[in-house]
C-alpha cells in the first residue's frame, strides 16, 4: 500500500507561481514512477507530468515550459512547479504512484488539491 498526501494548492493570479507537493508513504519501495494530473470541472482527467525513479521527467505539451516535475528521495515527496500559471490551468491536481508488485503494477492515487488562477 501506498498514501499519497498532496498541497500547496491555492488561489493565484495569472502569471504567478505555485509549488505543489506529494508526499508518499507505506510501500514506497515499490514506486517506478509518479505522475501529477489535474481535472477541472466537466473536463476530463488530464495528464501534466511523469518522473520515474531514475529521474527522467515528462510534461504535457501544455504545460511544457511552465511546469516542472522533481522529486526530494530523502523526503519521499514529488514536487510540481508552475510558473506562468493561466486561468485554464485551473483544476484539481492530483498525483499517483505506479507501484510494481507481484500481479503486475497498480496505481495510487491522493486526494488532490485544488489551484486556481485569476485572469
Known amino acids: 500500500q501506498v498514501q499519497l498526501v498532496e498541497s500547496g494548492g491555492g488561489l493565484v493570479q495569472a502569471g504567478g507561481s505555485l509549488r505543489l507537493s506529494c508526499a508518499a508513504s507505506?510501500?514506497?519501495?515499490?514506486?517506478?514512477?509518479m505522475n501529477w494530473y489535474r481535472q477541472a470541472p466537466g473536463n476530463q482527467r488530464e495528464w501534466v507530468a511523469r518522473?520515474?525513479?531514475?529521474?527522467?521527467?515528462n510534461y504535457a505539451d501544455s504545460v511544457k515550459g511552465r511546469f516542472t516535475i522533481s522529486r526530494d528521495n530523502a523526503k519521499n515527496t514529488v514536487y510540481l512547479q508552475m510558473n506562468s500559471l493561466k486561468p485554464e490551468d485551473t483544476a484539481v491536481y492530483l498525483c499517483?504512484?505506479?507501484?510494481?508488485?507481484?500481479?503486475?503494477?497498480?496505481?495510487?492515487w491522493g486526494q488532490g488539491t485544488q489551484v486556481t488562477v485569476s485572469s
Open positions: 518522473i520515474t525513479t531514475s529521474g527522467l521527467t
Open positions: 507505506g510501500s514506497i519501495f515499490s514506486i517506478t514512477a
Open positions: 499517483n504512484a505506479v507501484s510494481s508488485g507481484p500481479l503486475g503494477p497498480y496505481v495510487y
